[in-house]
């Protein structure tokens, strides 16, 4: 049973950092990409990045690029989302998720391919 866990969100100050941990477990990490999502209130969910499988290609929303980034450790079955120079506009709650077993180097933030999710870390930006 595939199952994800998402750690380390928290309060912090706008400019700050966090680390995200997403934790799998139930299934080989080493065989699936995984996207970062995030949820604000009244807002959609919106695509924050995703790893490929195989060779750990990345990509990331625009809101986010050259602030956040993307890693793997497969060994320690974890995916990491460290997050600097935070925004007001960052708070939300930030999802993991799997969209099905695939090596390759492929990775999407389409919501609707992904059907394994945890269950979201809140991350608030505020002075």
């Known amino acids: 049973q595939v199952q994800l866990v998402e750690s380390g969100g928290g309060l912090v100050q706008p400019g700050g950092s966090l680390r995200l941990s997403c934790a799998a477990s139930?299934?080989?990490?080493?065989?699936?990409?995984i996207g970062w999502f995030r949820q604000a209130p009244g807002k959609e969910r919106e695509g924050v990045s995703c790893i490929s499988s195989s060779d750990g290609s990345t990509s990331y929303a625009d809101s986010v690029k050259g602030r956040f980034t993307i890693s793997r450790d497969n060994a320690k079955t974890t995916v990491y989302l460290q997050m600097n120079s935070l925004k007001p506009e960052d708070t939300a709650v930030y999802y993991c998720a799997t969209d099905g077993p695939r090596f390759d180097s492929y990775c999407g933030l389409k919501i609707g391919a992904f059907d394994s999710w945890g269950q979201g870390t809140q991350v608030t930006v505020s002075s």
């Open positions: 139930g299934f080989t990490l080493d065989y699936y990409a």
